[in-house]
C-alpha cells in the first residue's frame, strides 16, 4: 500500500514500530471499543511497572513533535503541510498531509519502508473485516 494512503491507525503503528526498534522495551497491539475505532496502545516497562500508552502522533500533535526531534524531520506549511527527512548523503525527500501531524508521520515511515509498504507489515493492523 502507499505510504499516502496508510489511514491515521496504520501510520501511528508503523511509527511505533520505528520508535521503539527494541521489542523486549515495549510491546504494540490494538485496542478496539465497540464505540470508537482502533487504536494503537502502547505497552512500556518503566520503574518496573508497566504502563499503557495511547499511541497517535497521527492526531496528537506532543507525540508527533516526539517524531520530530527523534527522526530530526523538518515541517512547513506548503500544500497543506510538509515534513522531510534529510539523509547523510546531503538529500531529502518531502511527504505532505492536510495537517502538519500526518506530514510528519508519513515521513517517518517513508524513511523506514519506502514509498510502498509491504501488505504483511500491515496484516497486524487489518481487522475481521479488512479494514481499521
Known sequence: MKTSELSNTQLDYLCAKAQWRQPHKAQMY????????ARVIVTEKWRKRACDILYTPSTNGQQAMD?????????RPDKGWGAALYF??????????PTPE????????ASKWGDVVDDELLGE????DGKL
Not at 67 to 75: D, G, I, Q, W, Y
Not at 125 to 128: D, K, L, P
Open 30 to 37: 490494538f485496542r478496539k471499543r465497540s464505540s470508537s475505532k
Open 67 to 75: 517524531l520530530v526531534k527523534a527522526f530530526k524531520v523538518r515541517v
Open 88 to 97: 547523510e548523503d546531503g538529500r531529502s525527500e518531502w511527504w505532505f498531509g
Open 102 to 109: 500526518l506530514a510528519i508521520t508519513r515521513a517517518v515511515v
Open 125 to 128: 493492523t487489518v481487522g475481521e
